[in-house]
């Protein structure tokens, strides 16, 4: 009895989120407006980045090969 309640709420469970996503318009749009807000938070960082970048002295290179 138990088995069958399990198998039986995790297939109304299913339905309900099979039957209640949204449109196909409604995803693509949501698709796009996910990739403008993505590619915006990209670029704040990248600018925030550059802004504070240290730009190497040109005769202060690190001698990696000595030991």
Not at 6 to 33: G, Q, W
Request: net charge positive; glycine share 2%; hydrophobic share 45%.
């Amino acid at each position: 009895m138990k088995k069958i309640h399990i198998i039986l709420s995790a297939t109304i469970l299913t339905l309900l989120f099979v039957k209640c996503k949204p449109a196909a318009e409604d995803r693509v749009k949501m698709h796009e407006n996910a990739k403008r807000i993505s590619d915006s938070i990209g670029k704040t960082i990248d600018d925030a980045m550059a802004e504070v970048a240290i730009q190497p002295k040109e005769g202060a290179l690190a001698d990696t090969t000595k030991k």
